[in-house]
């Protein structure tokens, strides 16, 4: 099984991005994790969506491809980060590479209610997007307080009890894939 993560932060040392490799690394029997790169997406232009660049043409083959998407998002200012809107922008466009596709989003913050709020918008994003969107009914990954459940050095998700859940929920979302 193929599937990309779709990170909304490009902070090197993101806990969306060590969330993504994280999820990767412990899932290497189960199925190939591509950890897309927004930095190479210029803004969304209308005027260029018929002839997009080629990063443009690289990144939606690249999700078009895969079996499904896992889009990791920070919270900013109770939404999505600008970078990933205009990833998600680029991906509803001309070809709509999204439609029908699985799609379970998640997101990591130091605050106490995660990324709920984030979440919530994407969600709204997504469904007019009319993509297979993953129920959240226990599959929310909204994980708080971040900075005390990775590990400084690696940047891996440690903390056993979350890293379970993750894995569970992972689970769950490669059965509603193959479905």
Same mark, same amino acid.
Do not use: C
């Given at each position: ?6 990170? !909304? ?7 969306? /991005?060590?969330?993504?490799?994280? +999820?990767?690394? /412990? ?33 939606? /083959? ?8 896992? +889009? ?20 509803? @466009? ?12 998640? !997101?990591?913050?130091? !605050?106490?209610? !995660? ?7 994407? /969600? ?31 940047? @891996? ?23």
């Amino acid at each position: 099984m193929k599937l990309v993560a779709i990170v !909304g932060s490009l902070r090197k040392d993101s806990y969306n /991005r060590h969330l993504a490799a994280t +999820i990767q690394e /412990r899932n290497l029997d189960k199925f190939d994790l591509e950890i897309l790169d927004l930095r190479v997406l210029p803004f969304y232009n209308q005027d260029e969506e018929n002839n997009p660049p080629q990063s443009v043409v690289d990144f939606k /083959r690249k999700v078009n491809e895969a079996d499904g998407v896992i +889009i990791i998002t920070p919270e900013y200012n109770w939404s999505i980060p600008g970078v990933l809107k205009n990833a998600l922008d680029w991906l509803s @466009r001309v070809d709509k590479v999204l439609i029908g596709k699985p799609v379970m989003t998640a !997101g990591a913050a130091t !605050g106490l209610m !995660g990324t709920i709020r984030a979440q919530l918008h994407i /969600r709204q994003i997504l469904t007019a997007m009319q993509v297979k969107l993953f129920p959240p009914a226990g599959n929310e990954i909204l994980i708080n307080q971040a900075s005390i459940k990775f590990d400084p050095e690696s940047g @891996r998700l440690t903390n056993e009890a979350t890293v379970q859940f993750v894995d569970e929920v992972i689970d769950r979302f490669v059965q509603f894939v193959a479905e």
